[in-house]
């Protein structure tokens, strides 16, 4: 296989790795988004769609964390149909839960609350778990342009591993070119050398030749005359 067929099994490779990669940042965008003003009484409504027959024995919130890995931290939990809201330890700000609709209250929200939350609706066993993201926007003079820091991430990260994954490929592809390159200068070197003519004997590389045997003594050389 030259140089040129592996480049061309090698290009398609890559560009399906940045179109995943570039998929999965566009998935981000496409987040139901909620925008609330700084300073006043925020509703995340819950979109974990429920299937019909269904009964559910809990409604969570969870805060998705982006800094430093992307993780769940839990808000409140409360058993369905009509148990105790409880408060996932660690905490820090305050949280209800709105029963009949089971969306998420944030009283008095600030800059620091922006995000993504997700509401999981714990289904019973053989039935499957439902989850439903919403991305929480923040206006406000103290808040500044609202950027989407997730998408935003996904979408460097596609750029730099494409980078690197095509730098890895002329390289690869360098070093295989020049490998080749050497073995064929090899080649012509070992042909020409078994396709040389040889050239017939002189006179003086004949007086160079000595046959094999005992030197011949002077005692036993006889004169014959002719």
Not at 6 to 28: D, H, R, T, Y
């Amino acid at each position: 296989m030259n140089p040129g067929h592996l480049s061309l099994l090698c290009f398609p490779l890559l560009v399906s790795a940045c179109v995943q990669l570039c998929g999965g940042a566009a998935v981000v965008d496409v987040l139901p988004d909620v925008v609330c003003v700084s300073g006043t009484d925020c509703v995340v409504r819950c979109l974990a769609e429920p299937v019909e027959g269904v009964e559910y024995r809990a409604v969570r919130w969870y805060r998705v964390r982006e800094s430093p890995s992307s993780r769940l931290s839990g808000l409140l939990s409360r058993d369905l149909p009509t148990g105790p809201t409880k408060y996932y330890s660690g905490l820090d700000r305050e949280v209800e839960l709105q029963a009949e609709s089971r969306s998420l209250l944030l009283p008095n929200v600030t800059c620091g609350d922006g995000g993504v939350y997700t509401c999981h609706l714990a289904a019973p066993l053989g039935e499957q778990n439902q989850d439903g993201r919403v991305l929480l926007t923040l206006t406000g003079f103290a808040c500044g342009p609202t950027e989407k820091l997730t998408t935003d991430e996904s979408i460097i990260l596609a750029v730099a591993v494409l980078m690197v994954a095509l730098v890895a490929f002329l390289i690869s592809f360098m070093c295989l070119k020049n490998v080749l390159r050497d073995r064929n200068i090899k080649t012509v070197k070992k042909e020409t050398l078994l396709d040389a003519t040889l050239k017939p004997l002189e006179k003086k590389d004949l007086m160079l030749i000595y046959t094999l045997g005992p030197k011949p003594s002077s005692s036993s050389m006889k004169h014959v005359c002719v």
